[in-house]
């Protein structure tokens, strides 16, 4: 079927010398078709494979689009262009004349008169020749995906220090209009200045002053609405995201802000600074509190007036009771089954696992079934029956390829759904291509 993804419309003729085809180079009859790269297509492929999608597709047949995109290492500009492109820059001084092609409004090169974004000028630069704007720097930056949408692509972390700097001078200012304050007050006793100093410094502890009036980290005092906005994690904290980057780690939900497995496998729990929702979830005394929370409900299904929230000292004694009560039952009830049937000496044997092969498998599920830990994720598998070999075969069709044929690897039979010869069916085919060639006497 590769074949008819070349055009769109085919006659009833083209249309089944196409199908003629794609059959022979299924059976091994015909070459195969070669991709633009140099590369033999299997004509097996399925078609759902082979066909591109409309934003890649390029019109001829290719397995191109199922690749990964390679990615370009290192940036694409070095130090002395800062590491981005010259956007928004000028060309240099400008010209003195108007030159033959530049734009008619500011008599820049770089673009057309359509493209100007400068402001309409009554008499532009072609017809006056003066105020001529510089030639902006064209340049191609050819950026992917992530480059495209990087906030912080371009900037200049120096320009931070210009920052500082300012921040700096403001304060010796601050200090130096202290000291002057203090010169023309002249001299005065030592209660007075240190009073004057305390006046002066009070902007420097304003912080200090009003750090108990601060918000908690992870909560927002509305003092308007007298309300606590709660937020759903510290931003003092690392995002969970952010602890493992490899796309095939634990998986993160956007919405929920969960990721319920541990990112950070090759450490142990002890020592991670997070081992993933679940850990939470499963461990210290979580699972008693499900327990008892589980057992409240049931008791109130059957009439019982527990509740957890509000007795919880009530529900946890009778959850205990019940715990020891049910122990109780289980052996007396096993008690009671041994000494009427007897078997008493099959409980005492050692386990299967001991018995036949030893095991450390650690498997631990949920109340509804599912695994919750010690077993790796099943394998998805395809819907299509897979090495389903038939006529004695040990090998599919399409697993040898020899001179533009397709057949069996097991006996390097070239004829679709023959019988298996093995070993014997390639010492022929060897001898016969050695007559072939005459290398065997007749």
């Known amino acids: ?47 759902f494979m082979l066909k591109a999608p409309w934003y890649v597709d ?25 590491f981005w492109y010259a956007r928004g820059q000028r060309a240099g001084p400008a010209a003195t004349k108007y030159r033959k092609g530049a734009c008619e409004n500011c008599g820049a090169m770089s673009h057309k008169t359509r493209d100007c974004v400068e402001r309409p000028r009554k008499k532009g630069a072609k017809w006056s020749g003066q105020n001529i704007q510089a030639d902006e720097i064209i340049q191609n930056p050819d950026l992917d995906w992530d480059e495209k949408r990087d906030r912080w692509n371009g900037y200049d972390p120096r320009e931070h220090d210009k920052v ?25 006793t030592t209660s007075e200045a240190k ?24 909560q927002h005092v509305n003092t308007k609405t007298r309300t606590t906005i709660r937020n759903l994690r510290i931003r003092e904290d690392t995002a969970k995201y952010l602890l493992n980057l490899d796309t095939e780690s634990a998986y993160y939900d956007p919405k929920t802000r969960s990721m319920r497995e541990n990112p950070l496998k090759d450490k142990p729990a002890d020592d991670a600074p997070f081992a993933g929702d679940n850990f939470v979830r499963y461990t210290g005394d979580t699972p008693n509190m499900a327990k008892v929370q589980l057992f409240a409900w049931q ?129 022929a085919q060897k001898a016969s291509e050695q007559y072939s060639q005459g290398r065997v006497a007749a």
């Open 1 to 47: 079927m590769s074949g008819l993804m070349q055009s769109n419309r085919l006659s009833k003729e083209e249309y089944r010398k196409q199908k003629d085809l794609d059959a022979a180079r299924k059976a091994g009859t015909a070459p195969a078709e070669i991709d633009d790269e140099g590369n033999e297509i299997n004509p097996h492929t399925p078609q």
């Open 58 to 82: 390029t019109g001829k047949v290719s397995l191109k689009h199922q690749r990964a995109p390679e990615k370009r290492k290192g940036s694409k500009f070095d130090a002395d262009d800062n």
């Open 164 to 188: 500082i700097e300012e921040y700096e001078k403001v304060e010796e200012a601050r200090r130096a209009n202290k000291a002057t304050e203090l010169d023309k007050q002249g001299p005065t």
């Open 195 to 218: 009073k004057i100093a305390r006046m002066s410094d009070d902007e420097e502890d304003d912080e200090e002053k009003y750090a108990d009036q601060a918000d908690m980290p992870g």
């Open 299 to 427: 008791a109130a299904d059957r009439g019982s007036e527990v509740h957890l929230q509000a007795n919880p000292t009530q529900v946890a004694i009778l959850h205990k009771e019940y715990e020891s009560k049910k122990d109780k039952v289980r052996d007396s009830t096993q008690k009671n089954i041994l000494a009427k049937y007897g078997g008493e000496e099959h409980l005492e044997a050692p386990p299967k696992e001991l018995l036949l092969a030893q095991t450390e498998n650690y498997v631990e599920y949920s109340r509804t079934g599912r695994v919750i830990k010690g077993q790796e994720r099943a394998k998805a598998r395809s819907k299509y029956e897979e090495d389903v070999f038939t006529n004695n075969h040990t090998s599919v069709w399409g697993s040898y390829w020899l001179d533009g044929k397709w057949g069996y690897r097991c006996c390097r039979s070239f004829v679709y759904n023959s019988y298996c010869t093995g070993a014997s069916g390639i010492e």
